[in-house]
């Protein structure tokens, strides 16, 4: 059970923008075609291994509202609502949504404009998240708030969205620095140079760091699918989570660490939750309980 209530760990005190959170990329992409998919479970099976950030993109397809990578799209909006609902009815730690309409998208000569409207996204939360009940909307600064604060609140979740498009959402300042000839390397470069590119960031709010790469034609790695690229940059994972730990710096400054396919084993949430220890955010009675489960020592 302690990917299900990994936070229950945490100390009261710590700052929810200090401590270490397993995010997915596309978290609502599992059973979509190939060149879109990047995760191999269900945002509820996600949770289950640790995650607790969702990136959630959405746009119109036939009349319907579904989950969008691009110009490819998969399961439906309201079963994606769904399994968050089903996470609210079995687990208790407090995760956060990120859910946008996608963007414009050039491919080549082309351009796509995606539709989608934000009043059916408040519908779907009203349908399985009891936002008046859960949504955790009463804060100044995102950067004050601690896990005791939550907790004392009731409150299950925030949805954020950058211009607070939806009813129960707030702009949590989520910085999420992106480079594309950086995030293109090949991945040995590329888990060197990314430490270097985000050390000297800063953010409002939380510090989002996405593992996952640029899988495009002008890139080292050019045109490739998901889980390809995933399949190369997975050796190196530790060591770019060790460079991170050695750097005080980047230490302090880690939050948010997302990637894709995080349901394919627990190496990535244990590298990522491993920097709650070193964060002194754990509460001491339960580090030797929380290092083991995790595979670390302390």
Sequence with gaps: ??????????????????IAIPGAHN??????????????GTPLEQYEYGVRKFGIRYRRKGGVIRIAHGISTGMTADEAFSYFGEILAKYNDFFILDIRRYGSQKIG?????????????????????????????DFDDIRDVTMEDIKKSGKRYIIHSENEEYKFSRDVKLLEPWDAKV?????????????????DMESEGFFWFQTQQTPNPGTENGLTWPDRLDELDRPYFPGMMAAIAADPV????????????MTRDHMKENEILYF???KDAVKPEFREEYAKAIGKEI
């Design 276 to 278: 709650n220890l070193l």
């Design 183 to 199: 995030f293109g390397y090949k991945p040995e470069k590329f888990s060197r140079e990314c430490v270097k590119y985000l050390r």
């Design 109 to 137: 000569p082309f351009t796509f404009n995606y539709k989608g409207d934000p009043g059916e996204i408040d519908e779907l939360a009203a349908k399985h998240l009891e936002p008046e009940k859960y949504a955790f909307t």
């Design 250 to 261: 980047m230490l302090e400054k880690v939050n948010i660490v997302a990637g894709d396919f």
């Design 1 to 18: 059970m302690f990917y299900e209530n990994w936070m229950e760990y945490i100390k009261d005190e710590a700052k929810i923008t200090k």
């Design 27 to 40: 978290a609502g992409t599992k059973g979509m075609v190939h060149m879109g998919c990047c995760q191999n």
